[in-house]
């Protein structure tokens, strides 16, 4: 995220978009009991000139950088096992992401000597590490979506 822009950072530049609207931090905050006062939150995503900044931009409902997520059953990227299209705020998108392996896909039941245990299709820690760095290492330079294959 730290891309440089004409010697600026990206997330610290002004953002193209200044109308720009937050529902989707709102509702993360109040679902998770936050206690976050309104103004001081808005404080990070501006700059001196209260400017809305490209890090508002990521996490404001109309962030323009999606993820394309794809799931394959071999190794050769021919058979879709899944296609998945996540949009909104950056936070949303992590939330939707982390439902969509958590509800969505199958996990199974294996058995060893008479021991049952849970096999999960995608380990949570991977996911999680994948996605954030797709996040935080993409070149924003660039429009198009994020792709996760």
């Known amino acids: 995220m730290n891309q440089r822009l004409k010697g600026k950072n990206f997330e610290d530049s002004p953002s193209k978009n200044q109308n720009l609207t937050f529902e989707e931090v709102e509702n993360f905050i109040k679902l998770k009991n936050y206690k976050v006062e309104k103004d001081k939150l808005f404080d990070l995503f501006k700059k001196d000139d209260s400017k809305f900044t490209n890090l508002a931009l990521l996490f404001s409902d109309q962030n323009p950088f999606d993820i394309y997520l794809s799931g394959f059953s071999d190794h050769n990227f021919i058979d879709a096992t899944f296609r998945k299209e996540f949009k909104g705020s950056v936070l949303k998108q992590l939330c939707d992401i ?52």
């Open 98 to 149: 982390f439902h969509f392996f958590s509800s969505e896909l199958q996990n199974s039941t294996k058995y060893f000597k008479d021991l049952e245990y849970e096999k999960l299709d995608y380990p949570k820690n991977l996911i999680g590490e994948i996605v954030v760095n797709a996040i935080a290492h993409r070149d924003y330079s660039f429009y198009g979506p994020i792709l996760i294959n």
